[in-house]
Structure formats: structure tokens, C-alpha cells
């Protein structure tokens, strides 16, 4: 049993790729074959044509920050010595938005429009999570 004191995604059939993705260190998405069209949150339909005949297509891990907050209250205990930390919503190449955290900016400015790429942070055997950090132009 992990002691991993922060909360941890629920993962269920429809996201259940997109973690084993992350613990591959791979971001994947689910992709409609019927339209070809990636999205995101994973469901069991794509939301676009609804045709329930999806893949998971490996992403590029890049993208674009689209928005920001940088959060200064531990609204969990386990987030106490991270404050303030950054949260974004990243725009992938492919199109899909993925809401994560960004890592190893300290108290640097953040912009709309910075381009991010993925890295993945193992916090057990069973769970990895992904983040982005900002590209080397």
C-alpha cells in the first residue's frame, strides 16, 4: 500500500490507458477511428460523432499553456510545503486540452502562449504522474 499522502486520480475503464500511458512515460489519447478526431477527458464515446470505436494514439507531450493560476493555499495538507505551485491547462499539438501541474518554475512568470513540454513524476509502483515543465525554445 502506497503512503502517498496527496489524492490520487480515480482511474476507471475509460482513463485506465491514459495512466498505463504515463506509467509507460508516453501520453496517449483517446482517438476516434470513425472520425479521427483526439480528445479529452477520455469517455466511452467520442464526443464529436459518438461513435464508440476508439484508439489510444501516442501524443507529442507538447503544447501551449492556455491558461494558469498559481495556488498559494494548501487546500490539502500534503500540498503544505508545494505552495504556491503552478496549475495549467495545457492545448496539446493535437488539439485537447489537459488541465496538470507545472513543474520547475519556482516564482517565475508564467504566460499564456508558453510552449510546455510533458514529464512524468513515478510516485509508486502503481501510479505516475504527468506535468509540464517550459520548452527550451
Same mark, same amino acid.
Given at each position: 500500500?502506497?503512503?502517498?499522502?496527496?489524492?490520487?486520480?480515480?482511474?476507471?475503464?475509460?482513463? =485506465? /490507458?491514459?495512466?498505463?500511458?504515463?506509467?509507460?512515460?508516453?501520453?496517449?489519447?483517446?482517438?476516434?477511428?470513425? &472520425?479521427?478526431?483526439?480528445?479529452?477527458? /477520455?469517455?466511452? %464515446?467520442?464526443?464529436? &460523432?459518438?461513435?464508440? +470505436?476508439? *484508439?489510444?494514439?501516442? =501524443?507529442?507531450?507538447?503544447?501551449?499553456?492556455?491558461?494558469?493560476? @498559481? %495556488?498559494?493555499?494548501?487546500?490539502?495538507?500534503?500540498?503544505?510545503?508545494?505552495?504556491?505551485?503552478?496549475? #495549467?491547462?495545457?492545448?496539446? +499539438?493535437?488539439?485537447?486540452?489537459?488541465?496538470? @501541474?507545472? %513543474?520547475?518554475?519556482?516564482?517565475?512568470?508564467? *504566460?499564456?502562449?508558453?510552449? #510546455?513540454?510533458? #514529464?512524468?513524476?513515478?510516485?509508486?509502483?502503481?501510479?505516475?504522474?504527468?506535468?509540464? @515543465?517550459?520548452?527550451? %525554445?
Amino acid at each position: 500500500m502506497s503512503t502517498y499522502p496527496k489524492p490520487r486520480p480515480r482511474i476507471g475503464p475509460d482513463n =485506465a /490507458p491514459f495512466w498505463q500511458g504515463c506509467r509507460e512515460r508516453r501520453l496517449l489519447l483517446p482517438t476516434c477511428r470513425a &472520425c479521427g478526431k483526439p480528445h479529452l477527458p /477520455p469517455g466511452p %464515446v467520442c464526443p464529436f &460523432c459518438f461513435a464508440d +470505436d476508439l *484508439a489510444w494514439q501516442p =501524443a507529442s507531450g507538447r503544447g501551449r499553456i492556455s491558461t494558469w493560476t @498559481r %495556488v498559494h493555499k494548501a487546500w490539502f495538507p500534503a500540498f503544505k510545503d508545494e505552495t504556491p505551485y503552478g496549475v #495549467v491547462q495545457i492545448e496539446l +499539438d493535437e488539439g485537447p486540452r489537459l488541465t496538470s @501541474r507545472l %513543474v520547475g518554475i519556482g516564482d517565475a512568470p508564467i *504566460a499564456i502562449g508558453q510552449r #510546455v513540454e510533458v #514529464v512524468f513524476t513515478d510516485v509508486d509502483d502503481e501510479l505516475t504522474l504527468h506535468g509540464f @515543465r517550459i520548452a527550451e %525554445v
